[in-house]
């Protein structure tokens, strides 16, 4: 075998050996396995005289699931409330389930939304002070049934759950010991999703929403009910709540009007689009609401310029639409802003996480004064908790 021959084995070995980098690559950042999981989304346990208490499970995944014959437990239910639901609940669809109080279920899922009642013989009871609330999806209740669980605390109280809480520890969907710490403020606030739909396992997921988001988002973090930020000041420079996070970069902020199309000395770019390369890659599990979500910055030639910015994934599909014709998420207008930024989720457009890859934004933008194009384009990775 002589010297040429080595050589070209050589770099055929060299390029296979590529080819399977390559290869493990682009499964890494773009092979997911389909996600379909309920979770509880959200729960008001501190209703006014009158109203009842409720649960709000969310479907994070991207298929439907039936849960028909599960069951909702608060450690200390011999009766829990078990959930008669045939309609399986779609991707992104909500189930409210109004606890202790009888009533007529609406099960009609054209509205992404069911609202299901659960009798006055359960011996589920939402305590103010403290409490637990776990789903089983089955009629018994075991670490090998639970789906997920969340409990909390108010004002210091003692925490006194053991059963259910012992169940998602040993499942692995709980830490031992922790709780969400809320300070009660008289009634008619809930617990919920820091980011929607969005399950770490942890108790840092929740917030305290000073307006419940019964059956719709909870928005990026939007304390307050989803209608903007009621601990963080997202425009003073300054950590108001204390948490490490600063404006912008506050999931308490990701709706507020501040941070879609606000300019900061962070959001300005020299390019015409621009992903924050600090917060790129990113990823809507990461435990750090920093990273949770990612600024997507943008400059343009004149405030003449209508701007719409897309997510597309690296097939070419259109994912997300961040920005349509100077209208960006929740109806914001950034007409007439030259710099500015708008902040990506990782969610698609009818508000399911994205699968784990590489996903390219672009924008398309027209002077609508000279008929001059604008365009640029960036690349972001989406990712698991890093």
């Known amino acids: 075998m002589n010297m040429k021959t080595n050589k070209n084995i050589a770099l055929a070995g060299l390029r296979f050996s590529f080819l399977l980098f390559t290869i493990s690559l682009f499964y890494c950042f773009t092979a997911s396995p389909a996600r379909a999981a309920i979770v509880i989304n959200e ?8 109203s009842p208490d409720w649960v709000e499970l969310y479907n994070n995944g991207n298929s439907a699931v039936s849960i028909n014959g599960w069951t909702l437990d608060d450690v200390d239910a011999a009766t829990p409330v078990t959930i008669n639901l045939s309609a399986a609940v779609p991707a992104g ?3 409210v389930i109004f606890i202790d109080v009888a009533g007529s279920d609406e099960t009609d899922f054209s509205d992404n939304v069911v609202t299901l009642y659960s009798g006055t ?23 090998a049934t639970i789906v997920d669980f969340t409990a909390y605390v108010g004002d210091g109280q003692a925490y006194g759950g ?25 009634s008619g606030y809930s617990i919920g999703r820091v980011n929607n739909g969005v399950d770490t396992n942890a108790a840092s997921d929740w917030v ?3 307006g419940p988001t019964q059956g719709t988002s909870n928005g990026g973090g939007t304390v307050g009910g989803g209608t903007g930020a009621s601990n963080e000041n997202c425009s003073n420079g300054l950590d108001d709540d204390a948490d490490g996070l600063i404006d912008c970069a506050d999931g308490d902020c990701l709706n507020s009007s501040e ?41 343009v030639t004149s405030a003449s310029v209508v701007k719409t910015i897309r997510v597309s994934n ?15 998420p929740t109806g914001t207008s950034l007409a007439g802003l030259i710099d500015g930024s ?12 994205v699968p784990v890859g590489i996903y390219i934004v672009f924008m398309e933008a027209v002077d609508s004064v000279t008929g001059e194009r604008v365009t640029g384009k960036d690349t972001v990775a989406v990712g698991r908790e890093f």
């Open 43 to 50: 729960v008001a346990f501190d209703e006014p005289s009158g």
């Open 93 to 95: 669809g909500y189930v």
């Open 121 to 143: 013989t359960t011996t589920v009871g939402l305590a103010a002070s403290e409490d637990e609330v776990a789903l089983y999806n089955s009629a018994t209740q075991s670490s």
């Open 162 to 186: 053991i059963a259910d809480q012992n169940d998602a520890i040993l499942a692995g969907i709980w830490s031992s010991g922790t709780y969400v710490s809320i300070t009660d403020t008289g």
């Open 208 to 210: 305290k929403f000073a």
């Open 259 to 299: 941070c879609l199309g606000g300019v900061t000395a962070s959001t300005i770019t020299a390019k015409n689009l621009e992903v924050d390369p600090t917060r790129n890659p990113f990823s809507p599990y990461d435990t750090n609401l920093s990273y949770q979500n990612v600024p997507i910055m943008f400059h």
């Open 314 to 328: 690296i097939r070419g599909e259109i994912v997300r639409v961040l920005v349509d014709n100077d209208t960006g």
């Open 342 to 353: 708008v902040l990506w989720d990782g969610r698609d457009d009818e508000g399911n996480i």
